[in-house]
């Protein structure tokens, strides 16, 4: 090779090298002239990051602390299926660990075309531990709390639920979201170029959720459920509520349906079998219904409790006849005994003189047809025809319970009333929230201490020699009322075979303690209330008054 030879490589050379330098240069130049900003929030970004810290949920308790809904810790477990070398292996470890299908987590595994997937949200942190410690790369790991419901079927349908970011989604999780939620922090964490948080530069505090204590009891709770589901099964029924309260306070003491579920396995339930009949579901309730008309005619100085009434087995009412359950001849009644009898064309002799206007303001100001303000979401308002749509034959049906819909939690306050001496108060299921003061709930008087008095002495001959004797509770007065309704069937007219079997009533009857109110939905085999209800209000009540050391009377 000659000297003029090598000369020009060396001199293309340094060409290649000056031009390779000026691209370079330039390419410097425009990165910090054009994209220094960008780049520079990217880096950052690369090093620090701002994370969510979650806030504690506060915890639900019953009214003796005992706990009905918790947070618990969790660890939810993703992974990058970009990063995973063996899909395959990985799956048959998660399964090993974490209990799941191996196959279903392959094909999330194997899937490169995504960057994350869960493997499992909230999944239980010393498995999840358990499945960390293996080293595999690709997989993620990060805190979260998970609800729990210690008591599984207790209380469930009034509790509701929470679902997996945390949030309320039902019952009193729900309604009681934002206290409980709380509030979010945030930190900043430095990390190394391997995604390791070396600081925490920077922290704004969240604040937890607040914890609430409720009027439920969860032993009286588990009892009303148990009986509850006896009697289901006892009668075939389609379901079953009940609802415990203290008429002094208007605490719901407990509040079940059956057939009920876990909380915890919420998401394996069927929407129908969540919700809360004893709120949200209405029924007519026939004869319970009858100390509307009754009270509202000794309040109004219509009648006294021996006023008489000549009264045959069957009168017309417009284009309707009303008859009594069990056919009988003419009879005379007092007052007294057309309600302890539970005569229907006694009740509407009475009703046609208090007046349609008369029964409609009784019937708001026992507080049918608005809701009773409890709280918890989804409270039914009931149907009561406004004054304008009643028909002829009106007067015949509603002040008997019929061609009326209530609410089982309507229904028990009207009977508080009563029980409490003439003064409604609020039903309520939460007794304070925090270390704050027990909200004072809304009170009213709806009739005098007298006609209170009178109502309640006639409720209780209905358990001492009428239809009620089966919610008898030996060394304990009783003062309640059954109903029976027929349930309609959708084409304006009324079932043949479907019908509600209910009791409610409040003992100790001279000094009640407690109301309680039992419905039975489309039972079989026998349709009475006081053979299907009844019974179980015994058991409902002989369970609370030994446990809560009453007295008898």
């Known amino acids: 090779m000659t000297a003029r030879v090598a000369n020009r490589r060396i001199r293309l050379l340094i060409a290649l090298f000056a031009a390779v330098f000026a691209v370079a240069l330039l390419r410097a130049g425009w990165l910090q002239a054009v994209r220094a900003q960008a780049l520079g929030n ?18 639900i308790y019953d009214r003796l602390g005992v706990e009905l809904a918790v947070g618990s810790r969790a660890t939810t477990v993703y992974a990058n299926p970009r990063q995973i070398q063996d899909p395959r292996a990985a799956a048959m470890a998660v399964e090993q660990t974490l209990g799941l299908n191996a196959d279903k987590v392959y094909a999330l595994l194997a899937d490169r075309s995504r960057g994350f997937v869960y493997i499992e949200r909230q999944a239980d942190s010393g498995l999840a531990q358990a499945l960390q410690d293996k080293h595999i790369q690709g997989l993620g790991f990060y805190d979260e709390e998970r609800r729990d419901y210690p008591q599984k079927r207790i209380g469930a349908s009034v509790l509701g639920y929470a679902g997996v970011d945390n949030k309320g989604l039902a019952g009193l999780e729900l309604e009681l979201d934002k206290t409980l939620t709380g509030t979010q922090g945030e930190k900043t964490i430095v990390k190394d170029p391997f995604g390791r948080t070396l600081q925490v530069v920077d922290s704004k505090p969240g604040s937890d959720g607040k914890n609430v204590y409720l009027t439920l ?4 709770q588990g ?3 148990r009986v509850l589901a006896e009697t289901r099964e006892r009668w075939t029924a389609k379901s079953a509520s009940a609802i415990v309260m203290d008429p002094r306070t208007g605490g719901i003491l407990a509040m079940a349906n059956d057939p009920g579920y876990d909380s915890n396995k919420f998401s394996q339930v069927p929407q129908d079998r969540q919700r809360n009949r004893a709120v949200t579901d209405t029924y007519e309730p026939g004869s319970t219904f009858k100390i509307v008309t009754i009270s509202g005619a000794l309040e109004s100085g219509i009648v006294t409790p021996s006023t008489k009434f000549t009264l045959p087995y069957e009168i017309q009412v417009a284009d309707r006849k009303i008859h009594d359950a069990e056919p009988r001849g003419t009879q005379t009644m007092t007052t007294d005994q057309i309600l302890s009898r539970s005569s229907n064309v006694g009740v509407v002799t009475i009703a046609q003189e208090v007046g349609e206007a008369g029964i409609n303001d009784w019937i708001h100001r026992f507080g049918f047809g608005r809701p009773t303000g409890i709280d918890y979401p989804g409270e039914s308002k009931g149907i009561v025809l406004p004054p304008e749509k009643w028909s002829g034959s009106t007067i015949g049906n509603v002040p008997i319970g019929q061609g009326i819909a209530v609410t089982p939690v309507q229904m028990i306050a009207a009977y ?7 003064v409604m108060i609020e039903p309520h299921l939460v007794e304070r929230i925090g270390n704050g003061e027990a909200p004072q709930p809304v009170r009213r008087r709806v009739v005098t201490t007298k006609t209170a008095d009178e109502v309640r002495h006639m409720l209780r001959e209905v358990v001492e020699e009428g239809s009620g004797t089966a919610a008898q509770v030996p060394g304990y007065r009783i003062a309640g009322k059954t109903g029976t309704a027929a349930k309609p069937d959708g084409t304006g007219g009324y079932s043949t075979s479907a019908y509600v079997a209910s009791f409610v009533g409040f003992v100790p ?10 419905t039975v939905d489309e039972p079989r085999g026998a349709i009475w209330g006081g053979v299907v209800a009844a019974p179980a209000f015994a058991q409902i009540a002989n369970f609370a008054l030994q446990y809560l050391e009453i007295p008898p009377d």
């Open 42 to 59: 990217m880096a950052t970004s690369q090093h620090r990051e701002t994370i969510e810290v979650p806030p504690h949920r506060g915890t």
């Open 223 to 225: 009892q009303v459920e």
């Open 217 to 220: 009891d969860h032993s009286i």
């Open 416 to 422: 508080g009333a009563i029980a409490n001496r003439g």
């Open 509 to 518: 009857a001279k000094h009640p303690r407690l109301v309680i109110l039992v």
